[in-house]
Nanobody
């Protein structure tokens, strides 16, 4: 089993920044073997991928809506994955989830490809 715990959500004004962090742990967790991703779900909308990367962080994906504003990174020594969010907009308001998948070679962007999920952290951007 793999446990994921997110932190760093909160309320921010439009144009501001937040940094989300996801700490991974578990008996079977091995950093390079797991691809990681950040997803979000706004009220009355489906969960969507925001950013993802492969096991060694060499391959990265960003949704078009966040390109140039968000940066995903991982520190395998600490078993953490961060999402730096700059230039936040009201439409970024959502619950953000960290996800992990066994298989670190390529970047997965589909929700169904991920095996483990965090509990989510709320991000609210006021206009």
């Amino acid at each position: 089993q793999v446990q994921l715990v997110e932190s760093g959500g909160g309320l921010v004004q439009a144009g501001g920044s937040l940094r989300l962090s996801c700490a991974a742990s578990g008996r079977t967790y091995s950093t390079y073997a797991y691809g990681m991703g950040w997803f979000r779900q706004a009220p009355e909308k489906e969960r969507e991928v925001v950013a993802a990367l492969n096991g060694n962080g060499g391959r990265v994906f960003y949704a078009d809506s966040v390109k140039g504003r968000f940066t995903i990174s991982r520190d395998n020594a600490k078993s953490t994955v961060d999402l730096q969010m700059n230039g936040l907009k009201p439409e970024d308001t959502a619950v953000y989830y960290c996800a992990a998948r066994l298989g670190g070679l390529y970047v997965a962007v589909k929700e169904s490809e991920y095996n483990y999920w965090g509990q989510g952290t709320q991000v609210t951007v006021s206009s």
